[in-house]
T-cell receptor, first 113, second 113 residues
Framework: KAGVTQTPRYLIKTRGQQVTLSCSPISGHRSVSWYQQTPGQGLQFLFEYFSETQRNKGNFPGRFSGRQFSNSRSEMNVSTLELGDSALYLC????????????FGNGTRLTVT | DAKTTQPTSMDCAEGRAANLPCNHSTISGNEYVYWYRQIHSQGPQYIIHGLKNNETNEMASLIITEDRKSSTLILPHATLRDTAVYYCIVRPYSGGGADGLTFGKGTHLIIQP
């Protein structure tokens, strides 16, 4: 079974631009969640989607948004990029059972200059 | 805030068992203990999880104390490839999906040749 796939692997953007990151979950997984990882703050939850609906949301500004498609693939968008948005963005998928583990992709490394 | 406490770092000799402790003294009755590890520049990798019984899979064993206030992850025969940051997480049975996992700082396990 293929794992969680995130594209692109690396991205360099300029302050003020916007960016879209993509995530393909494990086949059959309908829950997709997004995390931001930085050396200072560690892993922080952004949001979770299930059946094309945002089910949970972390404490991030509205510049961070996402969506999920009918095939469970998900995208996240960051608008008006700031230097502090430089981070590893991780996507995770899980089967929709209460104690199902999350399976993470290898992330997109975003650098904002 | 993370609900778990782990040592910042640990060393283990290659071929020996690595025992990683985790305190979760405020764990609730419906919360599972999950372990993940993260190798530099990769996404967190799921290892194992449990509620109150000891668990074993092809990667590791999880020992949970009877009062469930602490647990130990055991890698039976550590190899150099086991060098990583190990995260212990508590997560409630949510009925499905991701509800914003809280990752602490984890334990940096270094396997010595």
């Amino acid at each position: 079974k293929a794992g969680v796939t995130q594209t692109p692997r690396y991205l360099i953007k300029t302050r003020g631009q916007q960016v879209t990151l993509s995530c393909s979950p494990i086949s059959g997984h309908r829950s997709v969640s997004w995390y931001q990882q930085t050396p200072g703050q560690g892993l922080q939850f952004l949001f979770e989607y299930f059946s094309e609906t945002q089910r949970n949301k972390g404490n991030f500004p509205g510049r961070f948004s996402g969506r999920q498609f009918s095939n469970s693939r998900s995208e996240m968008n960051v608008s008006t990029l700031e230097l502090g948005d430089s981070a590893l963005y991780l996507c995770a998928s899980s089967a929709d059972r209460g104690n199902s583990p999350l399976h993470f992709g290898n992330g997109t490394r975003l650098t904002v200059t | 805030d993370a609900k778990t406490t782990q040592p910042t770092s640990m060393d283990c000799a290659e071929g020996r068992a690595a025992n990683l402790p985790c305190n979760h003294s405020t764990i609730s009755g419906n919360e599972y203990v999950y372990w993940y590890r993260q190798i530099h520049s990769q996404g967190p990798q799921y290892i194992i999880h449990g509620l109150k019984n000891n668990e074993t899979n092809e990667m590791a064993s999880l020992i949970i104390t009877e009062d469930r206030k602490s647990s130990t992850l055991i890698l039976p025969h550590a190899t150099l490839r086991d060098t990583a940051v190990y995260y212990c997480i508590v997560r409630p049975y949510s009925g499905g999906g991701a509800d914003g996992l809280t990752f602490g700082k984890g334990t940096h396990l270094i396997i010595q040749p």
